[in-house]
């Protein structure tokens, strides 16, 4: 940057007197830089408890954490999406995630609607219920072993046969085989991709995808081998060949797949991190599913209240899209904690952040489903009303709230009551806080890539 514009971004900004760290204030790369080392919504969250509930994190980017701002910027179209957002379109096409314009995205929602609507959603119970007695095999197989089962990898494979059979009417198979299809590793390599592509400005992204080593390489052209996605499909008999089609499934799979898998990874850790949540769930369980191998109902699921709270502080303590989503101030600007943010200025909330405020969630690293419940005459139910969902941001809000949720939903009442109510467990030696310690990309992730846990039956 030059001097000049350093001098600008210091005194003459706007912005200037929105606190934050130095080097925010005068240029990207700070972001950038957390970003990158997979620190970004967690420095995020460092700098509300430094700086308060606004805070400068670049030249022209502001993010903040209370729960009016959270409604006013997300809800209906008046902050639209960041521009950056566009550099998710997948071979250059849009989708529901990288639409900018109110209008195509509500064109593109409207297409795959479908897919989410609780009838959509009921009918897929059933092939869970089979990808659940595969899961189950690989389990017991590992206990016979005297083995852990690596639930990391297992859950992947369940979400991405779970979507296949959403998508296709027909499952990938990749759980029963126990292994990952080539097409996940690009996928998982494209993701990483995406990180890098959205923090970096264009003409520099398009300088490193020039450098020449070999690893570097191959994540670059992941993109370039997932265009055979089509060809890949048309061999299952659904002919897909079109290139608007290929990438509505692929960000349909991406999206859908790691979030799931992810979330299910850490709610399934604090379950077996802390035995008392555990057996308050399971008692609840034995009542609601007397025999282990038939699941009740996705709807009589839903009403149990600790199972829901459960599945809910940790979608809360992990949001699975942690990363903050940037919106673009309107025409005229807007005030946001007592400062005026000028129109164009990129604002937005950290999911991560806005579920760490302090003052909302006390005691908020701390895994506590019973934050969730209240007690009436002895019975629990979740509290129908809460400053505390005013700032949960798990699935957004508005119209741009994820439009997976209803099948995300599923899987996860689904799959944590089917495993609690089958098994006792417990963590491997070989996962501990450490392995487990956050990473983010687009999601926050363990570090580690890996849940080594222990499993004995307990019908």
Known sequence: ??????????????????????????????????????????????????????????????????????????????????????????????????????????????????????????????????????????????????????????????????????????????????????????????????????????????????????????????????????????????????SFLCSTILIFLIAGTDTTSTSLAWITWALARYPQIYKRLRKELEVAIPDADILPDYTSLRRLPYLSAVIKEGLRRWPPASLYLPRIAPPGGAVHCGCFIPESTSIGCSPYAMHRNENIFPDPDKYEPERWLEESNGIYTLKSSSEMMSSYMAWSTGVRSCQGQPLAEMELYCVIAALTRRYEFYPDPETTDDSMREFETLLLQPISHSLKIKFEQKF
Not at 128 to 141: A, G, M
Not at 204 to 226: A, N
């Open 1 to 242: 940057m030059a001097d000049g514009q350093v001098v600008s971004a210091t005194l003459f900004s706007p912005l200037r007197k929105i606190p934050g760290p130095k080097l925010a204030g005068i240029t990207d790369l700070w972001m950038l830089f957390q970003v990158l080392r997979g620190r970004g919504s967690i420095e995020i969250d460092r700098c509300f408890r430094e700086y308060g509930d606004i805070v400068r994190i670049g030249p022209s980017s502001v993010v903040v954490r209370k729960p009016e701002d959270y409604t006013e910027i997300y809800v209906g179209h008046k902050y639209r999406k960041d521009a950056r957002m566009a550099k998710l379109r997948i071979f250059g096409i849009e989708n529901v995630i990288s639409a900018v314009d109110p209008g195509v995205h509500r064109h593109l929602r409207k297409l795959t609607n479908p897919l989410f609507t609780s009838e959509s959603v009921k009918a897929l119970q059933r092939p869970l219920q089979e990808l659940l007695d595969d899961l189950f095999v690989h389990i017991d197989q590992s206990s016979r072993r005297q083995e852990s089962a690596n639930m990391w990898n297992l859950y992947r494979l369940l979400a991405f046969d779970f979507l296949g059979q959403a998508a296709f009417g027909n499952s990938f198979a990749a759980l029963r085989k126990g292994t990952e299809m080539a097409l996940m590793h690009d996928m998982d390599k494209f993701f990483r991709l995406l990180t890098i592509k959205t923090g970096l400005p264009s003409w520099v992204y398009d300088m490193t995808c020039c450098i020449p080593v070999s690893k570097w390489q191959d994540i670059v052209h992941s993109e370039t081998r997932l265009m055979t996605l089509d060809n890949e499909i048309d061999r299952k008999g659904m002919p897909l060949s079109e």
